[in-house]
């Protein structure tokens, strides 16, 4: 079970310290029982990262660029992530897709990146509210999953998380139904399969819903046989709300 934290363009130096202080103490007893992963802007990572140093929750950023280093102006590559203490990385968001023009070949030139450099991607792939309406879910999946990993073979696969997050429930209230869920994470194992060919790990492979996920809706969704944990934004910002789908993620592991 995996819940991971995006805090998106929210949070100063000072303020990221504090939630990363309280929500160390709050989830000590739960992990890693439940990996929990925290993802500041860039401009907090190395104050977060000496909060967490010798705890259970891992670290991670919001983007990365596919370069170690050069003429990039205002990009942070992978070497600098790891260097600034980060395990893990979000690619592909649907924010980054449609406000900075990511594409899945893009999203690929960053996965291949973030793991030469030993870090975990957080690939994302998702629907519009237009796409679902229109019965193309599917078929985006199918080819956001099957962009973002190509060439990525099966043994860097278990070092791979993805994400399914509606479009169409970031940041609206609006989530999808558990059924609905779970019927998308199903068809992304299945791509998933087909290149492992390894039923157990197949089965162990994470997947993360992300879509207004909140302690209200959190274990209907992390009981489907299909979700591994959650990508959470809004209510990662305070530890109230993410120490509660935290305790969600530990009670669905019982179920």
Request: charged share 20%; aromatic share 6%; proline share 4%.
């Amino acid at each position: 079970m995996i819940i991971a934290g995006n805090w998106k363009m929210h949070k100063l130096t000072g303020e990221a310290g504090e939630l990363a202080t309280q929500l160390k103490g709050r989830v000590s007893d739960l992990t890693p029982a439940v990996s929990v992963i925290l993802c500041p802007p860039f401009t907090a990572l190395a104050k977060v990262a000496s909060i967490l140093a010798g705890s259970s929750i891992g670290l991670g950023a919001q983007n990365v660029y596919w370069e170690n280093e050069g003429a990039f102006t205002g990009e942070v590559s992978p070497i600098m992530l790891k260097d600034a203490g980060c395990t893990y990385v979000i690619i592909g968001h649907s924010e980054r897709r449609q406000y900075f023009g990511e594409t899945d070949a893009t999203v690929n030139r960053k996965v291949h990146a973030a793991l030469k450099a030993r870090l975990v991607p957080i690939i994302c792939v998702g629907e519009t509210e237009e796409q679902r309406d229109r019965g193309e879910t599917k078929d985006v999946i199918v080819t956001q999953v099957n962009g973002g990993l190509e060439s990525v073979s099966a043994d860097q696969l278990s070092n791979v998380i993805m994400a399914y997050e509606p479009v169409w429930a970031i940041g609206t209230g609006k989530n999808a139904t558990p059924e609905q869920a779970q019927e998308v994470h199903a068809l992304i194992r299945g791509l998933v399969g087909d290149r492992i060919k390894d039923s157990f790990a197949v089965s162990e492979f994470p997947i993360l819903y992300g879509g207004s996920m909140k302690p209200a809706n959190a274990l209907d969704l992390l009981i489907q046989p299909d979700i591994n944990g959650g990508l959470i934004g809004g209510a990662s910002l305070k530890a109230d709300s993410f120490e509660g789908i935290i305790r969600a993620g530990a009670a669905a592991i019982e179920k």
